[in-house]
């Protein structure tokens, strides 16, 4: 079991045979994650958003940055009717 001792600082050293196995150099990025109170994983945050490229699968259809663009400003007229119609106070936070 790898041990290591907080600094004044609040910094700690990952020891060398941790830093191997979690594949992390200086410069890395680290999470710590809780996982129940008081306790908490290290995990390398190293991974380039490339790695997710298939995880998913293939879409079901591809969607052009029109339409991506005409649902927003749909979405977003829906949205400013729905505060027109609620009462001035309520638009205004009272």
Known sequence: MSTATLT?????TI???VR??????????VEFVQVEPGRFEL???????????GLF???PRTVSIDEMNRVIAESGARAASRGAK???????GK
């Open 20 to 29: 191997r196995l979690l594949n992390v150099q200086a410069g890395d990025r």
């Open 8 to 12: 004044s600082k609040g910094q700690v």
């Open 86 to 92: 609620a009462s001035p106070s309520v638009r205004r």
């Open 15 to 17: 020891p060398a045979d």
């Open 43 to 53: 995990v390398a945050a190293t991974r380039s958003v490339r790695e997710l490229k």
């Open 57 to 59: 699968g293939k879409p």
